[in-house]
Protein backbone atom coordinates (compact mmCIF):
# COMPACT_ATOMS: atom_id res chain seq x y z
CA UNK A 1 0.00 0.00 0.00
CA UNK A 2 1.40 3.88 -0.83
CA UNK A 3 2.56 5.42 2.00
CA UNK A 4 0.84 9.36 2.49
CA UNK A 5 3.42 12.10 3.22
CA UNK A 6 1.24 14.50 4.98
CA UNK A 7 3.50 17.17 6.99
CA UNK A 8 3.73 18.63 9.43
CA UNK A 9 1.76 16.30 11.75
CA UNK A 10 0.68 18.93 14.18
CA UNK A 11 1.02 22.72 13.34
CA UNK A 12 0.35 26.16 15.93
CA UNK A 13 -0.37 29.15 14.15
CA UNK A 14 -1.59 32.31 15.81
CA UNK A 15 -4.81 33.39 14.58
CA UNK A 16 -4.73 35.28 11.57
CA UNK A 17 -2.14 33.56 10.61
CA UNK A 18 -1.96 31.25 7.81
CA UNK A 19 -1.88 27.61 8.03
CA UNK A 20 -0.27 25.54 5.79
CA UNK A 21 -0.57 21.46 5.20
CA UNK A 22 0.82 19.38 2.73
CA UNK A 23 0.22 16.02 1.42
CA UNK A 24 2.50 14.63 -1.22
CA UNK A 25 1.41 11.16 -3.44
CA UNK A 26 2.75 8.91 -5.69
CA UNK A 27 0.61 7.49 -7.72
CA UNK A 28 0.51 10.21 -10.96
CA UNK A 29 -2.89 8.36 -12.20
CA UNK A 30 -4.75 9.81 -9.55
CA UNK A 31 -7.28 12.52 -10.70
CA UNK A 32 -9.12 13.91 -7.75
CA UNK A 33 -7.21 15.21 -4.34
CA UNK A 34 -9.08 16.19 -1.32
CA UNK A 35 -8.79 17.07 1.94
CA UNK A 36 -10.66 16.58 5.06
CA UNK A 37 -11.88 18.63 8.31
CA UNK A 38 -12.30 16.61 11.36
CA UNK A 39 -13.30 17.83 14.82
CA UNK A 40 -12.97 15.59 17.92
CA UNK A 41 -15.87 13.52 18.87
CA UNK A 42 -17.08 13.97 14.66
CA UNK A 43 -16.61 12.27 11.86
CA UNK A 44 -14.52 13.82 8.72
CA UNK A 45 -16.29 16.21 6.41
CA UNK A 46 -14.91 17.00 2.73
CA UNK A 47 -13.10 20.52 3.48
CA UNK A 48 -12.00 20.89 -0.33
CA UNK A 49 -10.93 19.04 -3.16
CA UNK A 50 -9.05 19.51 -6.23
CA UNK A 51 -8.33 17.63 -9.87
CA UNK A 52 -5.04 17.92 -11.14
CA UNK A 53 -6.43 20.14 -14.22
CA UNK A 54 -6.13 23.08 -12.18
CA UNK A 55 -3.51 24.61 -10.46
CA UNK A 56 -5.28 25.89 -7.55
CA UNK A 57 -8.61 26.05 -5.86
CA UNK A 58 -10.01 28.49 -3.04
CA UNK A 59 -13.14 28.69 -1.16
CA UNK A 60 -13.74 31.22 1.33
CA UNK A 61 -10.25 31.03 3.30
CA UNK A 62 -9.52 27.88 2.27
CA UNK A 63 -7.64 27.17 -0.40
CA UNK A 64 -5.69 23.95 -2.06
CA UNK A 65 -2.73 23.91 -4.19
CA UNK A 66 -1.65 21.15 -6.59
CA UNK A 67 1.53 20.73 -7.82
CA UNK A 68 2.21 17.98 -10.33
CA UNK A 69 5.43 18.05 -10.61
CA UNK A 70 6.15 17.87 -7.27
CA UNK A 71 3.26 15.55 -6.87
CA UNK A 72 2.25 17.39 -3.94
CA UNK A 73 -0.71 19.28 -2.93
CA UNK A 74 -1.37 21.75 -0.22
CA UNK A 75 -3.83 22.98 2.17
CA UNK A 76 -3.71 26.95 3.32
CA UNK A 77 -5.68 28.51 5.59
CA UNK A 78 -5.72 32.00 5.74
CA UNK A 79 -6.53 34.17 8.22
CA UNK A 80 -6.38 31.50 10.44
CA UNK A 81 -8.94 31.18 13.38
CA UNK A 82 -9.48 29.08 16.88
CA UNK A 83 -12.44 27.30 15.08
CA UNK A 84 -10.02 25.93 12.61
CA UNK A 85 -8.62 23.74 15.27
CA UNK A 86 -9.17 20.10 14.19
CA UNK A 87 -7.37 17.64 12.37
CA UNK A 88 -7.18 17.47 8.62
CA UNK A 89 -5.79 15.05 6.23
CA UNK A 90 -5.85 13.97 2.56
CA UNK A 91 -6.63 11.49 1.01
CA UNK A 92 -4.58 9.47 -0.49
CA UNK A 93 -6.05 7.23 -2.88
CA UNK A 94 -7.23 8.77 -6.07
CA UNK A 95 -10.30 6.39 -5.70
CA UNK A 96 -12.87 4.29 -3.38
CA UNK A 97 -12.31 3.61 -0.38
CA UNK A 98 -10.83 6.54 1.05
CA UNK A 99 -7.27 6.20 2.60
CA UNK A 100 -5.86 8.57 4.82
CA UNK A 101 -2.94 9.12 6.99
CA UNK A 102 -2.03 9.96 10.71
CA UNK A 103 -3.18 13.28 9.77
CA UNK A 104 -2.59 17.28 10.67
CA UNK A 105 -3.88 18.31 14.00
CA UNK A 106 -3.57 22.05 13.87
CA UNK A 107 -4.10 24.34 16.83
CA UNK A 108 -5.30 28.06 16.32
CA UNK A 109 -4.13 30.13 19.34
CA UNK A 110 -5.50 33.62 20.16
CA UNK B 1 -31.29 15.58 9.90
CA UNK B 2 -30.69 14.30 6.15
CA UNK B 3 -27.02 13.43 6.95
CA UNK B 4 -25.60 9.83 7.86
CA UNK B 5 -26.64 8.21 11.43
CA UNK B 6 -24.84 6.17 13.49
CA UNK B 7 -26.42 3.72 16.51
CA UNK B 8 -25.41 3.58 19.36
CA UNK B 9 -23.03 6.65 19.60
CA UNK B 10 -21.28 4.85 22.78
CA UNK B 11 -21.08 1.61 23.48
CA UNK B 12 -19.17 -0.03 26.70
CA UNK B 13 -18.09 -3.75 26.77
CA UNK B 14 -16.64 -6.44 28.05
CA UNK B 15 -13.80 -8.49 25.69
CA UNK B 16 -15.37 -11.95 24.41
CA UNK B 17 -18.73 -10.41 24.44
CA UNK B 18 -20.67 -9.51 20.67
CA UNK B 19 -21.31 -6.21 20.06
CA UNK B 20 -23.68 -4.85 16.59
CA UNK B 21 -23.55 -1.57 15.34
CA UNK B 22 -25.80 0.59 12.62
CA UNK B 23 -25.58 2.89 10.19
CA UNK B 24 -27.95 4.97 8.43
CA UNK B 25 -27.13 6.45 5.37
CA UNK B 26 -28.34 9.13 3.39
CA UNK B 27 -31.61 8.12 1.69
CA UNK B 28 -30.45 8.39 -1.87
CA UNK B 29 -26.75 7.08 -2.06
CA UNK B 30 -26.11 3.54 -2.74
CA UNK B 31 -22.52 3.07 -1.37
CA UNK B 32 -22.16 2.89 2.55
CA UNK B 33 -18.31 2.64 3.96
CA UNK B 34 -17.20 1.53 7.20
CA UNK B 35 -14.23 2.47 8.55
CA UNK B 36 -12.01 2.53 11.99
CA UNK B 37 -10.03 5.12 13.76
CA UNK B 38 -8.01 4.82 16.53
CA UNK B 39 -6.79 7.24 18.92
CA UNK B 40 -4.16 9.81 16.76
CA UNK B 41 -4.49 7.86 13.47
CA UNK B 42 -6.43 8.79 10.32
CA UNK B 43 -9.84 6.62 9.78
CA UNK B 44 -8.70 2.74 7.79
CA UNK B 45 -11.23 1.31 5.58
CA UNK B 46 -12.93 -1.99 6.56
CA UNK B 47 -15.41 -3.11 3.93
CA UNK B 48 -18.03 -1.38 1.59
CA UNK B 49 -21.27 -1.98 0.15
CA UNK B 50 -23.04 -1.04 -3.18
CA UNK B 51 -26.62 -1.48 -2.43
CA UNK B 52 -26.96 -4.86 -0.82
CA UNK B 53 -23.69 -6.22 -2.21
CA UNK B 54 -20.73 -6.13 -0.15
CA UNK B 55 -17.76 -5.30 -2.96
CA UNK B 56 -15.09 -5.20 -0.89
CA UNK B 57 -13.13 -6.07 2.39
CA UNK B 58 -9.91 -4.97 3.92
CA UNK B 59 -7.65 -6.80 5.50
CA UNK B 60 -8.22 -5.29 8.85
CA UNK B 61 -11.82 -7.15 8.47
CA UNK B 62 -10.71 -10.57 10.57
CA UNK B 63 -13.38 -13.26 10.52
CA UNK B 64 -14.75 -11.79 14.19
CA UNK B 65 -16.12 -9.09 12.01
CA UNK B 66 -19.49 -8.66 9.84
CA UNK B 67 -21.01 -6.40 7.94
CA UNK B 68 -24.41 -6.67 6.33
CA UNK B 69 -26.61 -4.14 4.20
CA UNK B 70 -29.60 -6.59 3.49
CA UNK B 71 -31.56 -4.37 1.91
CA UNK B 72 -29.75 -2.08 0.55
CA UNK B 73 -30.15 0.82 3.16
CA UNK B 74 -29.03 0.67 6.63
CA UNK B 75 -26.09 -1.42 7.31
CA UNK B 76 -25.03 -3.57 10.62
CA UNK B 77 -21.47 -3.80 11.63
CA UNK B 78 -21.19 -7.23 13.98
CA UNK B 79 -18.17 -7.64 16.09
CA UNK B 80 -17.98 -11.24 17.80
CA UNK B 81 -15.94 -12.15 21.01
CA UNK B 82 -14.84 -8.59 20.92
CA UNK B 83 -10.91 -8.19 22.24
CA UNK B 84 -9.50 -4.81 24.20
CA UNK B 85 -7.91 -4.66 20.41
CA UNK B 86 -11.47 -3.64 19.21
CA UNK B 87 -11.54 -0.67 21.04
CA UNK B 88 -11.69 2.18 18.39
CA UNK B 89 -14.02 4.53 16.90
CA UNK B 90 -16.42 2.72 13.85
CA UNK B 91 -16.78 5.51 11.04
CA UNK B 92 -19.72 5.13 8.30
CA UNK B 93 -19.83 7.07 5.16
CA UNK B 94 -22.21 7.27 2.27
CA UNK B 95 -22.05 8.21 -1.40
CA UNK B 96 -23.82 8.23 -4.31
CA UNK B 97 -21.44 6.02 -6.91
CA UNK B 98 -17.76 5.69 -6.01
CA UNK B 99 -16.94 8.54 -7.35
CA UNK B 100 -18.67 11.13 -4.96
CA UNK B 101 -17.59 12.61 -1.65
CA UNK B 102 -18.45 10.42 0.97
CA UNK B 103 -20.33 11.69 3.68
CA UNK B 104 -19.03 10.37 7.47
CA UNK B 105 -21.49 9.89 10.52
CA UNK B 106 -20.77 11.12 13.80
CA UNK B 107 -19.08 7.57 14.55
CA UNK B 108 -19.74 4.69 17.34
CA UNK B 109 -17.38 4.94 19.85
CA UNK B 110 -16.35 1.17 21.09
CA UNK B 111 -14.57 0.53 24.52
CA UNK B 112 -13.76 -2.65 25.28
CA UNK B 113 -12.81 -3.97 29.09
Known amino acids: QQQVKQSPQSLIVQKGGISIINCAYE??????FPWYQQFPGKGPALLIA?????SEKKEGRFTISFNKSAKQFSLHIMDSQPGDSATYFC?????????FGKGTRLSVIA | DTGVSQDPRHKITKRGQNVTFRCDPI?????LYWYRQTLGQGPEFLTY????????KSRLLSDRFSAERPKGSFSTLEIQRTEQGDSAMYLC???????????FGPGTRLTVL
Open chain 2, 27 to 31: SEHNR
Open chain 1, 27 to 32: NTAFDY
Open chain 2, 49 to 56: FQNEAQLE
Open chain 1, 91 to 99: DYSGNTPLV
Open chain 1, 50 to 54: IRPDV
Open chain 2, 93 to 103: ASSYGGADTQY
